[in-house]
């Protein structure tokens, strides 16, 4: 028996059977992966996650040189004050079928796999601001409450990346308020051990970009996962290539002094194809209706990005965000994003990425 954080069953350490054991003869996380975040189709079953679409997409990315793929897992909660979260379709049927066929697509291109669950709230809010209350009044039992709703789900997740041999698994993104809690790392401590019985491959968490100093709990994981989308100048700064350079050189250096001994993967890294994107990178396009088209914004920052990532060994990984599962996806109503989007296929920023791919930072 494999007990949940909520212990309903009354389960003690005793019960624990200890670490999963590694059916999947995983290897060793390599020095470098460069990848990218694969985005699934919810609404088309010949689109998505393990289907001949997405077998192409992945060939393509493996024929670039990738070596990763970053796969977000949707669930969903109400609003900043819920208390509970739901599963999204890819966690129990034919959804479920379709991540783990994902995954062995994906291990099929010997590309290494790893899973985010990616919390989306209903209302639109971003998760990084949750503050579970009861009848309006935020509190540790309230956050209890939708912890223990969210670590069932996790779990689940877990069971489906360890089918699949997915080689790492990231608790939570951007959950930025929790961080800043008493109880977080005593918390996400037991998830890790609850996820560790059964699934056998690493373990992260994916941080907001402004999170990533306030996180009590990087020690218990194998990788500090980052969805990196710091801004590389300040709002209006003169458009300088040189300016971009050096952010881009500031925050590898700040990693390089934060974690001296521990690997750190940007589990998301991306840039709009809008003007000026390097300024708030993390922003959607809906978010900015007005900015013009400017593949050059993006190819800057993947430019900028490239050149610190060799000369400061401080990242060990790198998952761009993102493309979409159906390599056609731009012919279809329903898209992930349109030309201003932030996928990098057949734009400037591709060759980028396939320098890097070919001639990997030494690390």
């Known amino acids: 028996m494999v007990c949940s954080v909520v212990n309903a069953a009354g389960c003690s350490a005793a019960d624990h059977p200890g670490p999963a054991p590694d059916r999947c003869g995983r290897r060793p996380l390599p020095a470098f992966v460069l990848g990218a975040n694969v985005i699934d189709h919810l609404d088309d079953d010949a689109r998505g996650f393990g289907t001949k679409k997405s077998r192409t997409t992945l060939r393509r990315l493996a024929g670039l040189g990738l070596t ?3 796969l977000p897992v949707s669930l969903t909660t109400p609003g ?23 995954i062995d697509q994906a291990k099929q291109e010997r590309l290494l796999v790893t899973v985010v669950p990616h919390v989306l709230l209903d209302d639109g809010q971003w998760r ?3 503050a579970p209350a009861f009848d309006g009044v935020a509190s540790e039992a309230a956050w209890r409450a939708w912890w223990d709703s969210y670590a069932q789900l996790v779990l689940v997740l877990a069971e489906a990346a360890e089918e699949g041999c997915a080689d790492v698994l990231s608790l939570g993104i951007e959950f930025k308020s929790f961080s800043r809690e008493p109880f977080a790392a005593a918390w996400m401590d037991e998830l890790a051990d609850d996820v560790g019985q059964v699934f056998g491959g690493a373990l992260t968490y994916s941080a907001n970009w402004d999170e990533v100093e306030i996180v009590p ?28 350079f050096a952010g881009a050189a ?14 750190v993967w940007f589990i998301e890294l991306g840039f709009k194809s809008t003007v000026r994107s390097y300024d708030e990178p993390w922003k959607w396009i809906d978010e900015v209706p007005d900015d013009a088209v400017s593949e050059r914004a993006q190819l800057l920052g993947y430019q900028a990005h490239a050149r610190a990532l060799r000369a400061q060994p401080a990242v060990d990984g790198v998952f761009f965000w993102a493309v979409p599962a159906d390599p056609d996806d731009r012919a279809h109503a329903y898209k992930f994003e349109d030309e201003r989007g932030f996928s990098f296929l057949d734009k400037p920023a591709e060759a980028v990425v396939r320098d890097l791919a070919q001639a990997p930072p030494a690390r």
Request: aromatic share 8%; net charge neutral.
């Open 250 to 263: 500031r925050i590898h250096e700040g990693l390089a002094t934060m974690f001296p001994a521990q690997r």
């Open 68 to 70: 990763g793929v970053v």
């Open 128 to 130: 990084g601001d949750l």
């Open 217 to 244: 709990f990087w020690e218990s994981l194998d990788v500090v996962g980052i969805n990196a989308f710091y801004p590389l100048v300040k709002k209006g700064a003169p458009d300088d290539q040189a300016a971009l």
């Open 80 to 102: 900043l004050s819920a208390t509970e979260v739901a599963a999204g379709p890819r966690l129990y049927g034919a959804g479920r079928a379709r991540l783990v066929a994902m």
